[in-house]
């Protein structure tokens, strides 16, 4: 049975109340001593300012936060998930009870921040390789626990999930192929799983090992560490039999020219684990008393 993670607006929803839950208690415990100094029954208004040109990302991890905190608070969105906003653009504004947005304003900030600073990044290397057919590709390097969280950042910045987990589908790497044989033997082991994978992959090193792979019957392929000029030549000896993914050590400088090559995915860690958060700032209109 298929494995894939397939994100959808309710299950997005349910994965944000959970990372949520656990980043609320973390924050607030047995409850917010300063917070507790505001009157229980001031109502405000905040809205979120971005300070940077950024793409965002993160409104259900928003919304959880601050319904958690005020089942009737209001949010309006002025910038959706996948859309980009400049700076000084209000991201979205919020009214509800003071206490409860001052209590939820740090953990709606923190996956704000962090959301955005994926989808932004994912955006630059997309907008790099477009025209080419080479798909931008996240990995497994995350943060822990937030993985499905940043994944949904990688496609709102208009990249491409990988595999979840070590679970939903097959990678065999060099040690893999060294403790069952070889590339053929590997592969051959590796089709009596097909059934319940997402996707067989086998890493190369070298043109040899691909070609090896392929007559084994590989239908993707893992391309590590190879130059321009070896990665032409993989492509060429592929012939389309393939999918072929370029990874290792992937920057900016040089993205075009490895999309050119005419590889199908560049996976790249960095979307994920080597993230700038973006910078937004919450303010608060409230009211004189209690309303």
């Not at 900030?109 to 932004?120: D, H, I, M, R, W």
């Amino acid at each position: 049975m298929k494995k894939t993670f397939v994100f959808n607006a309710a299950n997005v929803a349910e994965l944000a109340q959970a990372d949520v839950a656990r980043a609320l208690a973390e924050d607030i415990g047995a409850g917010d001593l300063t917070a507790a100094l505001i009157d229980a029954t001031r109502l405000a208004r905040a809205y979120v300012l971005a300070r940077e040109s950024a793409v965002v990302c993160g409104s259900a991890w928003v919304e959880a936060a601050v319904l958690a905190l005020d089942p009737q608070a209001r949010i309006v969105w002025h910038v959706k998930d996948g859309e980009r906003c400049e700076a000084n653009q209000i991201v979205f504004e919020v009214w509800g009870q003071a206490r409860a947005l001052l209590s939820a304003e740090r953990t709606a900030l923190n996956f704000l921040q962090l959301l955005s600073a994926v989808a932004t990044k994912t955006a630059t290397y997309a907008a790099i390789v477009a025209g080419t057919k080479a798909n931008i590709v996240d990995t497994r390097k995350t943060l822990p626990g937030l993985r499905l969280a940043q994944k949904y950042a990688v496609l709102a910045g208009g990249g491409t999930n990988h595999r979840v987990g070590l679970y939903d589908a097959v990678l065999i790497k060099e040690n893999h192929i060294a403790a069952a044989g070889g590339i053929a033997q590997v592969l051959a082991q590796a089709a009596q799983l097909a059934a319940e994978a997402d996707f067989i992959e086998i890493e190369v090193e070298t043109l040899a090992q691909l070609t090896e792979a392929l007559d084994a019957g590989a239908r993707m392929v893992l391309l590590d560490n190879m130059d321009i000029a070896t990665l032409n030549e993989a492509v060429r000896i592929n012939a389309g039999r393939a999918i072929l993914e370029i990874s290792g050590g992937v920057t900016l400088t040089g993205l075009r020219g490895l999309a050119e090559t005419g590889v199908d995915r560049i996976s790249i860690g960095t979307l994920t684990k080597d993230v700038q958060a973006i910078d937004y700032s919450m303010r608060f209109e409230a009211p004189s008393g209690g309303q």
